[in-house]
């Protein structure tokens, strides 16, 4: 069972009253958009849903019939998707991601391949081949990447061999950033890189960092205008493109994402603040229009890596983080030594493995998430006996 659906199924009013509004808030981005495109109106927006909760939402999809927020059913949202998918496939652009938003600098090297391809498995499942050819980028979850040459360049190798052209980092895994004024992450990250380790590369898109443009906190169409502005000059004194500002958001975590900012800053900012200075692309279209001969602007990430929270503390430290960390290392061992099989149960056993590695299991540091590892990883080790 979902996290969602169990909220929904709760005896407490307050998990339940979250749960509508965190489903209405996977509704919201396919809604405006197609609220601001039957008005005239050129919405752009990237998402990122991982595999599990695509299938969360399918499942549940009865009870989403019948929740009313504010009046309003929240209705099948994988079906709204694929009808504005459809018909406005320019204003929607999935990135790729892991199937079970496992955190990759602590999941195993070996599932890493499984996380991504289980992703696409489910993505075509629901939207269509031709919808899976649209994704060219890939989020990472927590934005989470290793710093170690090996592992990077393994991880990279991979994300290439599914097809994924680039994909977006926080500026805090980069080389010295720390050293960097406001200005110079600013100019960073408002223009393209190429990461290069050992014999693989691959294009890097950078979040524009929370003192500059913070969506989470609230955030409103004239600041992110002023912003946009601010780093297309300051971006003009070295590069003569456009300044690519992209803002990134937990979309159902907290009350500004979930009940403020599409109404009071995705709508008058595209109703309003789009001009000659300011307008609205996709990463792929931007890369297509602006960068598609060469990016000669090459990065270096720390020898760490990093995280949007900067290091990767949240998943990796902790005596009981450990205990998950290692329960999942084992678990994993086991089942690669375990012959592949095209059976239900083997296919069961390698799923629960995944959603085993999710890094919510670590990163909340609460007994609660803790427990709920515990759940899954005896469901896992039952099914490792019997195969």
Known sequence: MSNLEMMLLSNDPGAVDNAKLMARAYKNPVKYVKLLTNKGFKPHIMLDFSGILLESLKEITKKLKKIDVDG?????????????????????????TAYSHCYFPVTPERDWKWQVEEWRNVFKKFFGNKALKGVRGFWLPEMGIPGEKNKLAKLI?????????????????VEREREMSQEQRIVMTSQPHLLSVKS?????????????????????????????????????????KPALVVPASDGENGNVMMNEFFPKTFIPFFKEKIDKGVSSLTVS??????????????????KIGGSWVGGHEHWAHGSRREIVNSGIEDASKKFHKIKPKKSKSYETTKRILLISETSCYTYWNTSFWFMQWERINKILQRLLKSL
């Open 157 to 173: 190798k991979i994300l290439k061999d599914f097809g994924y052209g680039w994909i977006i980092l926080p500026i805090e895994a």
């Open 285 to 302: 279209k931007f890369l297509q229009e602006y960068y598609d001969k060469k990016i000669t602007s090459v990065i270096k990430l720390k």
């Open 200 to 240: 693989e590369n691959i294009i890097v898109v950078l979040r524009a960092r929370h003192d500059f443009i913070d969506q989470q906190a609230g955030c409103d169409a004239e600041l992110v205008y002023q912003r946009c502005l601010k780093a297309t000059n300051l971006l003009s004194k070295s590069n003569k």
């Open 72 to 96: 309003e059913k929240v209705g099948d949202i994988i079906k709204f998707y694929k009808e504005v998918l459809k018909k406005y496939p320019s204003s929607i652009e999935f990135a790729g």
